[in-house]
């Protein structure tokens, strides 16, 4: 069992930054990929970046290229998402997430098996 608990969301101005922590426990991740989904107000929960844990590879949506990163702290057990020049189309409920994948970074919310409880990201015009 994994269990995975969000921190860091809030309320930021157009062009801000903000960073979320996904605190990770329960058990090692060798051969997990740690994701960021995020879901607006009707509509699909969205992927947004994920990293692989052991090697390390990344997978982002375009739309945040340029502006977000992703890393993780093998010691902490903490995989975070650094957001900056934040846009209002990024407000959302940001959820980390976790699935055994063997070095792929699924794209699909259908894919993860554990989430935390998400942390609201709003960001004002």
């Known amino acids: 069992q994994v269990q995975l608990v969000e921190s860091g969301g809030g309320l930021v101005q157009a062009g801000g930054s903000l960073r979320l922590s996904c605190a990770v426990s329960?058990?090692?991740?060798?051969?997990?990929?740690m994701s960021w989904f995020r879901q607006a107000p009707g509509k699909e929960r969205e992927f947004v970046f994920g990293?692989?844990?052991?090697?390390?590879?990344?997978a982002y949506v375009d739309s945040v290229k340029g502006r977000f990163t992703i890393s993780r702290d093998s010691a902490k057990n903490t995989v975070t998402l650094q957001m900056n020049s934040l846009k209002p189309e990024d407000t959302a409920v940001y959820y980390c997430?976790?699935?055994?994948?063997?070095?792929?970074?699924?794209?699909?919310?259908?894919?993860?098996?554990?989430w935390g409880q998400g942390t609201q990201v709003t960001v004002s015009s």
């Open positions: 990293i692989v844990w052991s090697g390390g590879g990344t």
């Open positions: 997430a976790a699935a055994n994948s063997r070095g792929w970074i699924m794209r699909s919310p259908n894919s993860y098996v554990y």
């Open positions: 329960g058990r090692t991740l060798s051969n997990y990929v």
